[in-house]
């Protein structure tokens, strides 16, 4: 009987010692799970890294394309997209963006992925180098061609002072003139006790000329469009006063504000863009002095070494448009000027084959 007790006891020990080897080898099983999870986990973080600095990336390149590219690429190089006679655009390839659309697979190689943004990147790129070898006007250099143009803010008459209605007649009209009314509120904020900032519209049909006008200083032809600031001025014609010689030769400036509503002109119509950079949109535009036939002269030639038509002011801006001059009398209302001419240097492109944007006026 004790013999049985005894063999009984050792059996369940066993049994025991059998459960207990087995909970171990479960433990040491999950120990193992365990261990291949954790040597994952480096692997998983660096993967979440990279995907971060994907997605991130990815979305500062959409912005980019949004609110600069495609703007850009519909004011100035609409033929980029949708092509024109004897230009292929991208339009015409519409697989091109595929593999980063409709076939983009975020499970295949990631070289694979940034190979082909590059190369569509790259694709993208020539397309507008080819756009603007076809359209711009560059010279012999690459470098655009330009012309400068203007618009005139005659002073009205009854604002003339004695002292002008004596000099000999030296403001000839030369260049297209705001309208009476336009010019005299501009001449009313100027003169305001008060110091008032003065708003100047300038429309397309401003700068452009009819077919049947003289090619004038200070007029686009048709046939030149999108055109873009290189950089401006505006030179107040008066007699000829003594003080003009050394106040041309420093650097007379008036603060100027664009708004931020840009209208650029395209052989289509206007485009209508949105500036959002307020360092742009303001500038310091160079004043200069003299007869009204001096006026390129002087803008080409003073101050002398840095004149202002090389200054750089309103770089990159519409030349249609409102701008504002600051509140500067001093500088806008001196003795004897009989008006303001706001001179720009503007680069420009010729329309697709030559043709006419029929929705100016001045070029029916």
């Known amino acids: ?17 059998t459960m207990e080897f087995e909970a171990l080898a479960a433990h040491v099983f999950g120990l193992q799970r365990q261990s291949q999870v954790l040597s994952l ?18 979305r500062d390149l959409v912005a ?12 100035k190089y609409p033929e980029v997209l949708s092509g024109s006679t004897g230009f292929t655009g991208l339009q015409a390839n519409p ?13 295949k190689d990631w070289g694979k992925i940034v190979d082909d943004t590059i190369a569509i990147v790259n694709t993208v790129e ?10 711009d006007q560059l010279d012999a250099s690459g470098r655009p061609v330009t012309q400068t143009i203007g618009i005139a803010i005659p002073k009205p008459e009854s604002l003339w002072t004695d002292s002008m209605r004596g000099l000999p007649p030296s403001y000839a009209h030369t260049y297209r003139e705001l309208s009476p009314s336009a010019s005299a509120a501009i001449w009313a904020a100027i003169q305001d006790p008060a110091g008032k900032p003065a708003e100047i519209t300038i429309s397309p049909d401003d700068l452009y000329r009819r077919f ?32 003009n010689a050394p106040l041309n030769d420093t650097t007379q400036t008036v603060v100027t504000f664009s708004s931020d509503e840009l209208v650029y002109g395209t052989a ?97």
Request: proline share 7%; glycine share 8%; aromatic share 10%.
């Open 95 to 107: 697989a091109l963006f595929d593999p980063l659309t409709i076939n983009l697979d975020w499970n």
């Open 126 to 135: 020539g397309k507008f180098r080819e756009a603007r070898l076809a359209f």
């Open 268 to 364: 289509a119509g206007p485009v209508a863009l949105m500036g959002n950079n307020p360092s742009w949109l303001s500038f310091s535009l160079p004043i200069l002095y003299g007869l009204e036939g001096d006026a390129q002269i002087k803008y080409t030639t003073s101050p002398p070494g840095a004149p202002a038509a090389n200054a750089g002011a309103g770089q990159g801006l519409s030349p249609f448009g409102k701008f504002t001059f600051s509140a500067d009398k001093a500088h806008l209302d001196r003795p004897d000027i009989f008006a303001l001419i706001v001179l720009m240097t503007v680069e420009y492109r010729n329309n697709t084959n030559g043709a006419i944007a029929s929705w100016l006026t001045h070029c029916n």
């Open 212 to 243: 049947n006008e003289p090619a004038f200083a200070g007029q686009l032809d048709c046939t030149r469009m999108v055109p873009v600031i290189q950089s401006a001025a505006i030179f107040a014609v008066d007699g000829g006063n003594s003080s």
């Open 41 to 58: 986990l480096p692997a998983w973080a660096a993967k979440n890294i990279d995907e971060d600095r994907l997605r991130l990336e990815t």
């Open 64 to 75: 980019k394309v949004e609110r600069y590219l495609y703007p850009f690429s519909r004011a």
């Open 1 to 17: 009987m004790e013999r049985q007790v005894e063999i009984g006891r050792l059996e369940r020990q066993v049994r025991i010692l």
